[in-house]
């Protein structure tokens, strides 16, 4: 084909996958319908594409979770991705969605290489994050990610909600800091557990974190 069109190889493969993208985003308007809003189109696309640079321009992950059409017709982008990326997504709206994603993640850590214990660790960090998912925001999504890096491996987990969001972060990261009289770990345990920690939040739109821990093989 490359000879044929007078370019490269690894530019017809280039257009192809772009091309099978936009005929997923297509099948899925197709089945589903028109979606609400222009700002849909672009969001799938980068998805369906698996372009996290365009994916971050347009803050798709909070989109999803703004938008319902694109929330419920994303699921099968988020399945043809995973077998690519190693991501697992799991929405967050009850508690039975803390238990999935806990489960999740000790699975997806012990595959990784960490030890039953390790998981367990990881797997508490995850329910704490989703936890407060369930109690203050409407809903959310935890993202799962498996990582090599050279003699490291990795899970890296990202959470992100649709809340009212934290006015002061630094308050909020205070061991023992609580709004409605928890006793679980909360955030500061969470940032203990974990090798690498980032919270980001806009008040009336949402919080992120993102969250990592390490294994040397």
């Not at 192809?16 to 993208?21: I, V």
């Not at 012990?110 to 960090?125: C, D, K, N, R």
Request: proline fraction near 3%.
């Amino acid at each position: 084909m490359a000879e044929d069109l007078g370019s490269t190889p690894r530019a017809v493969v280039a257009q192809l996958h772009r091309t099978r993208a936009k005929l997923r985003v297509e099948y899925l308007f197709e089945m589903h319908g028109q979606p609400p809003s222009s700002h849909c189109h672009p969001v799938l696309l980068s998805l369906s594409a698996g372009d996290r640079r365009r994916q971050t321009e347009l803050d798709a992950g909070h989109h999803l979770l703004d938008c319902e059409f694109c929330s419920a017709v994303s699921e099968q982008l988020f399945d043809q991705r995973s077998k690519v990326d190693g991501e697992t997504r799991i929405p967050i709206r009850i508690d039975a969605d803390i238990v999935t994603a806990r489960q999740t993640g000790r699975d997806i850590a012990i595959q990784v290489g960490f030890s039953a214990t390790e998981a367990t660790v990881i797997a508490t960090a995850i329910s704490e994050i989703a936890r407060n998912i369930v109690r203050f925001a409407r809903r959310g999504e935890v993202t799962i990610t498996a990582l090599e890096d050279g003699e490291l491996c990795g899970v890296r987990i990202v959470a992100r909600d649709a809340g009212r969001g934290i006015a002061d972060i630094d308050q909020a990261m205070t061991v023992g800091y609580t709004t409605y009289g928890g006793r679980g770990l909360g955030l500061p345990g969470s940032r203990r557990l974990m090798d690498e920690f980032e919270i980001t939040s806009v008040v009336d739109r949402g919080t992120t974190v993102t969250m990592t821990k390490w294994h040397r093989r």
